[in-house]
């Protein structure tokens, strides 16, 4: 991440533990989340193979340099947000999060590419749509 980025972002797996991420890596987790599969029979998780994880074309699409989308997994991974397994990526599922379709996702990547903390669109949005959804 650029030396100059501050901002963070706390996330709650549950009530106890708190992670802070900064917005790109906000941004690289919600969009490797859009990309991923659900698996629904036995665990119940989302998933990425490993065959289908192109680094530098995800970066180039999230308009990130490699290094700082490579530098993100490796923090994701290190805070248990990623799991590594042999043939594929097990994504740990927020309680702040709502996993998008990946169309909302690139559209959210598009307009957040105009402004310096853009990866924050992705979580307030995420916000609104469970504020919505409770309030019905």
């Known amino acids: 991440m650029a030396a100059n980025e501050r901002s963070y972002y706390a996330i709650d797996f549950n009530e106890k533990e708190q992670v802070t991420l900064t917005s790109k890596q906000f941004l690289v987790y919600s969009f490797l989340l859009a990309k991923s599969k659900w698996n ?3 665990e119940k998780h989302y998933y990425l193979y490993k065959a289908d994880f192109t680094p530098y074309l995800f970066a180039k699409e999230l308009g990130v340099s490699r290094p700082t989308f490579n530098n993100a997994v490796k923090k994701l991974i290190s805070i248990g947000l990623i799991v590594e397994n042999k043939n594929y990526f097990i994504f740990r599922i927020l309680k ?6 990946i169309e909302t996702i690139e559209q959210l990547i598009k307009w957040g590419k105009r402004c310096k903390n853009g990866g924050y669109l992705i979580p307030i949005f995420c916000g609104l749509y469970k504020f919505f959804h409770y309030c019905r």
């Open 96 to 101: 702040s999060f709502v996993p998008l379709p």
């Open 40 to 42: 629904p029979s036995g």
